[in-house]
């Protein structure tokens, strides 16, 4: 029979005729060279079934997320075949494309942006009362912060909301910022976002409810900024002048914040800035001032090598007036995701207002969304045809001000970390604060209601690794445990193992030796054999476990964890303020099982819940999600 061409398999994935699926593939046989198969027969084998990512194609950044005054939906907004493709969600669980087949909304080769469309942010009460998107607008490629920069390369410019935002249209003008700051030989001028803040109102001597705005890039030979701009306020300017208010927060080139790794590099240049403030419940306008911001750095700083590393990170900090200037100054700082694809996050303030915090009774709150990409920003090289998609984001998480109260020692007193001294007690216990993140509140009630099977392990006391008594089916669930430690031995790790089976095992878990969460892919996927795009190094990140008050006594804090396995995409999310996520590309039918994993100690476990089905995030898009075989 002959192959059906891509525009009508398109055609017809779009009115919800076919969903690709594997045909004559052996799960209990080994992998071949995976680029051999035939288009499409691989759609299913990983496709995460409960996050946000488009019907086809390469999901790139997360961006330009908003509530729509107009219906209270909320909009997640993504990079996507050459635009900016979304949906809509009333829940944060199932989603609705705003254009057939997840196609762009706003496309690039307008007078502004005649190469590309990068990342933007939304006036939600914008232009005539309308959402209004300040994006990047492209006209010279390529960029990048080891090369010299091309001026006019990015500008910034505007559309408005149409059909609900089913269309976005480009105001016929010129770009708002056409270029960067004067004389500044910067490595990148783009990813706008756009706020509103009082404490910068008062600090700048601004109008009440003015709109800034961050650009995110760098300068070369100087280092990664973020350059902050202000609307120039006037009603009937349209949002089209802004004045640059200079560097808001600028860092010596690829240096860091810790040497101890309590988070990534500056780098190079910074991407994908955002500003926000938050307190313990979520967002607060006169909150603590937080930036989520990603890094570009490589391990060849003096020949400027390009290596493709890259760090998401977070800041917290202070803000005042130096020499004129408005100035950020970090008062703790750590990976907003440690996984090496995990990158680009973007958040938004949601109000209690908007529809799905209505439905679950949630507060104001700061949402951020991160990209896991597929390709090791095109380092790898997955079979993009044999998918038929790459990438996704993660589930969305609310971000707070987290306090943990511990005992006052030399862990807790540390410099230059992922957490603060917040307050000192007269009992021998102080208060940390960092910032909390942590799965939003409607999806994991919506994971753990709607399961298709739950299932408990009892835990207790264990020195050698085992064997859940029951595991999962299929490769769609949740899990919640915890972990306590009776020393901080060097030697011990502790842990599970996950998608295990007799050739291949995924292994999560915690060591002292260098206080660090690891995901141990060196046998997770039995492809690595024949696919030379399939990764086996180990990804880990910095968390530190306190000692904390316990009765008349002192005890190692728990570790609390939650693993989210959907496909092959896995989330790691431990004592709401730590989150490490990455692909494991199991092969195997047989590679289901749930493990124990002790290695040199005496640990205690306790109960594990797994909640198995999770929840289709797309019931719209004309057909049933198949659950991986």
């Known amino acids: 029979m002959l192959r059906l061409s891509l525009v009508v398999i398109l055609a017809e994935l779009a009115a919800g005729h076919i969903v690709p699926r594997q045909t004559d593939i052996d799960y209990s046989s080994a992998p071949p060279n995976l680029s051999t198969l035939a288009n499409e027969t691989l759609y ?60 762009p909304f706003i496309v690039a080769g307008g007078i502004n942006d005649p190469i590309a469309i990068f990342d933007g942010s939304v006036i939600e009460h914008g232009i005539n009362g309308t959402p209004t998107l ?12 080891s090369i010299p920069y091309t001026k006019g ?48 109102d008062s600090l700048l001597n601004k109008a009440n409810g003015t709109w800034y705005n961050i650009i995110s890039g760098g300068i070369h030979g100087e280092g990664p900024c973020m350059f902050l701009y202000a609307n120039h306020g006037d009603e009937s300017d349209n949002y089209q002048t802004w004045e640059y208010m200079g560097q808001w927060w600028h860092e010596t080139q690829n240096t860091t914040w810790s040497e101890a790794g309590w988070a990534g590099r500056w780098g190079f240049n910074f991407e994908v800035g955002n500003f926000f403030t938050l307190d313990q419940t979520g967002y607060n306008p006169e909150g603590e001032i937080f930036t989520t911001f990603g890094v570009e750095w490589s391990y060849a ?31 703790m700082a750590g990976r907003l995701d440690a996984g090496r694809s ?23 709150r700061f949402l951020s969304y991160v990209w896991l990409t597929g390709d090791y920003f095109d380092q790898v090289d997955p079979p993009k045809s044999q998918q ?22 030399d862990l807790a007193r540390e410099e230059k970390t992922s957490w603060r001294l917040e307050t000192e007690h007269n009992n021998g216990t102080v208060t940390l604060a960092t910032m909390n993140q942590k799965i939003a509140r409607e999806p994991l009630a919506a994971f753990k209601s709607n399961t298709s099977t739950v299932i408990t392990q009892s ?43 007799a050739y291949e095992t995924t292994k999560i878990y915690y060591q002292f030796s260098n206080e660090t969460v690891n995901i141990d892919k060196s046998n997770s996927s039995a492809a690595a054999e024949t696919n030379d795009w399939v990764l086996t190094d180990t990804e880990s990140g910095k968390l530190r476990l306190f000692d904390i008050p316990s009765a008349n006594s002192t005890k190692i804090e728990a570790l609390n964890i939650t693993v989210v396995v959907d496909g ?50 797309w019931p719209h898009r004309g057909a049933p999600f198949h659950e991986t075989s």
């Open 568 to 617: 092959g995409l896995v989330e790691v999310h431990i004592n709401d303020r730590f989150a490490i996520s990455t692909w494991v590309w199991s092969w195997y039918e047989d590679s289901r099982d749930i493990k124990f994993f002790v290695e040199d100690g005496e640990i205690e476990f306790g109960e594990t819940t797994i909640w198995e089905g999770l929840v289709d995030a």
């Open 153 to 200: 390369s990015e500008t910034q410019s505007l559309a408005i909301q149409r059909d609900g935002g089913r269309n976005f249209t480009k105001l016929r003008h010129g770009p708002v910022i056409p270029t960067p700051p004067f004389a500044a030989n910067v490595t990148a001028f783009r990813d706008p976002f756009v706020f509103q803040n009082p404490q910068m």
């Open 388 to 409: 038929n998609w790459t990438g996704s984001l993660l589930l969305p998480r609310e971000l707070s001000v987290g306090y943990i109260d511990v005992i006052d020692n």
């Open 134 to 145: 300040l994006y990047t607008s492209v006209n010279y490629l390529p960029i990048h912060w």
């Open 44 to 103: 299913s084998t990983w496709r995460p079934k409960s996050h946000v990512l488009p019907m086809y194609g390469q999901i790139g950044d997360p961006c330009m997320h908003y509530t729509d005054p107009a219906t209270g939906l909320f909009h997640v907004g993504y990079l996507h075949n050459s635009g900016l493709s979304g949906a809509t969600t009333d829940d944060l669980v199932t989603y609705t494309d705003l254009r057939n087949a997840s196609e």
């Open 342 to 364: 995990a990158y680009a996050a973007a958040g938004k303030a949601i109000p209690s207002t908007s529809q799905a915090s209505r439905k679950s009774g949630a507060p104001d």
């Open 459 to 501: 835990g207790g006391t264990r020195s050698s690794s085992g064997t859940f008594d029951r595991s999962p089916k299929s490769r769609q669930y949740m899990f919640e445990s915890s972990i306590t430690f009776f020393s901080r031995s060097n030697a011990t790790k502790a842990g599970f193992e996950i998608l295990s089976g």
């Open 301 to 331: 700083p003096i020949k400027l090598q390009v290596s493709g590393e890259h760090d998401m990170l977070w800041a917290a900090g202070k803000q005042s007036i130096i020499d004129g200037k408005l100035k950020f100054e970090p008062t």
